[in-house]
């Protein structure tokens, strides 16, 4: 699904890169959480395969397809295909709960009746049936990063990219919101997270990708957090 081929990232301006070769394979329906240092690239290696970034040398595929070579219409079709679940949440702050999900599907051009039979589906899906008409405000710091969630999700995306999904939520909310990404991940989503929460990373685990000071130092199929940074 996504191959990095000796992926280098550098800013303008840095003497170091941000991601130093990278080589590696994510299959479809994999659970890929991303661990390592502030700095180590998880945030760049997300936006990478966002399209947000391109790479300063090395060829990012994502089912075959060059990112790098995209065209307009191939990008917004890539990144109607992935959705991204942020820290900070980025809801819209005078939008219902029910109009934050909508807009990531009014921005596609879907008809009304779809947006609200969708709308609803994913807000069952991730619990927050009966939330609708609330504004970001009167919701729970948990509550919002599941509309985050939502909104990622009604896109029917194949791939979730998520960067630090829990680091503004307690550690019930986070192991809650982890069980509801596991789920989805069951349901055939594609997950990768970026993240912190080494407790999390530990008892679920699933695939772990150790990045620091750009590099990739441990690839494992079950792995844990590790400590070596």
């Given at each position: 699904?996504?191959?990095?081929?000796?992926?280098?990232?550098?800013y303008p301006?840095?003497?170091?890169?941000a991601?130093?070769?990278?080589?590696?394979?994510?299959?479809?329906?994999?659970f890929?959480f991303?661990?390592?240092?502030?700095?180590?690239?998880?945030?760049?290696?997300?936006?990478?395969?966002?399209?947000?970034?391109?790479?300063?040398?090395?060829?990012?595929?994502f089912?075959?397809?060059?990112?790098?070579?995209?065209?307009?219409?191939?990008?917004?079709?890539?990144?109607?295909?992935?959705?991204?679940?942020?820290?900070?949440?980025?809801?819209?702050?005078?939008?219902?709960?029910?109009?934050?999900?909508?807009?990531?599907?009014?921005?596609?051009?879907?008809?009304?009746?779809?947006?609200?039979?969708?709308?609803?589906?994913?807000?069952?899906?991730?619990?927050?049936?009966?939330?609708?008409?609330?504004?970001?405000?009167e919701?729970?710091?948990?509550?919002?990063?599941r509309?985050?969630?939502?909104?990622?999700?009604?896109k029917?995306?194949?791939?979730?990219?998520?960067?630090?999904?829990?680091?503004?939520?307690?550690?019930?909310?986070?192991?809650?919101?982890?069980?509801?990404?596991?789920?989805l991940?069951?349901?055939?989503?594609?997950m990768v997270?970026?993240?912190?929460?080494?407790?999390?990373?530990?008892?679920?685990?699933?695939?772990?990708?150790?990045?620091?000071?750009?590099?990739?130092?441990?690839?494992?199929?079950?792995?844990?957090?590790?400590h070596?940074?």
């Amino acid at each position: 699904m996504i191959s990095l081929q000796n992926v280098t990232k550098i800013y303008p301006g840095s003497a170091s890169p941000a991601l130093d070769q990278i080589t590696l394979d994510i299959e479809k329906g994999e659970f890929v959480f991303l661990v390592g240092p502030s700095g180590a690239g998880k945030s760049t290696l997300i936006k990478l395969l966002f399209r947000e970034l391109l790479p300063t040398k090395g060829e990012i595929y994502f089912f075959g397809r060059n990112l790098a070579r995209l065209d307009k219409k191939a990008l917004l079709n890539h990144r109607r295909q992935i959705g991204m679940v942020f820290q900070d949440f980025r809801l819209l702050k005078q939008k219902t709960v029910f109009e934050n999900v909508a807009f990531a599907l009014e921005v596609l051009g879907k008809p009304p009746k779809e947006i609200e039979f969708k709308v609803a589906e994913v807000l069952e899906k991730v619990g927050l049936a009966g939330k609708e008409k609330a504004f970001p405000e009167e919701l729970s710091g948990g509550e919002q990063q599941r509309v985050g969630v939502a909104r990622a999700l009604v896109k029917d995306p194949l791939l979730l990219l998520a960067d630090e999904p829990t680091g503004n939520l307690d550690r019930n909310t986070s192991r809650q919101l982890m069980e509801l990404l596991e789920t989805l991940n069951a349901e055939g989503t594609t997950m990768v997270i970026a993240t912190h929460a080494w407790d999390l990373v530990d008892r679920m685990q699933k695939r772990v990708i150790s990045l620091n000071q750009g590099r990739l130092v441990r690839d494992e199929k079950r792995g844990t957090y590790g400590h070596e940074f």
